[in-house]
């Protein structure tokens, strides 16, 4: 099974907590991640090594759909 790490963060950006924990895929972490959210955390990340596989909220999206209606 992949190692994860969860991390979870108030909207300043200061860690609550991050937890490593085994997962049997990303799907399953991410749902860890939703059943795990910690009191007053405003931004959560799932890392498989080095390799981020969810956060939310999702800026980078958001950015992206952004910029591509400034293009249309």
């Given at each position: 099974?992949?190692?994860?790490?969860?991390?979870?963060?108030?909207?300043?950006?200061?860690?609550?907590?991050?937890?490593?924990?085994?997962?049997?895929?990303?799907?399953?972490?991410?749902?860890?991640?939703?059943?795990?959210?910690?009191?007053?955390?405003?931004?959560?990340?799932?890392?498989?090594?080095?390799?981020?596989?969810?956060?939310?909220?999702?800026?980078?999206?958001?950015?992206?759909?952004f910029s591509m209606e400034a293009v249309l």
């Amino acid at each position: 099974m992949p190692a994860y790490e969860i991390t979870y963060r108030h909207e300043d950006g200061s860690l609550i907590a991050q937890i490593e924990t085994l997962c049997a895929s990303d799907k399953d972490a991410k749902i860890l991640a939703h059943a795990m959210r910690m009191d007053g955390a405003r931004q959560f990340e799932v890392w498989r090594e080095e390799t981020l596989v969810y956060a939310r909220p999702q800026y980078r999206a958001r950015a992206a759909s952004f910029s591509m209606e400034a293009v249309l």
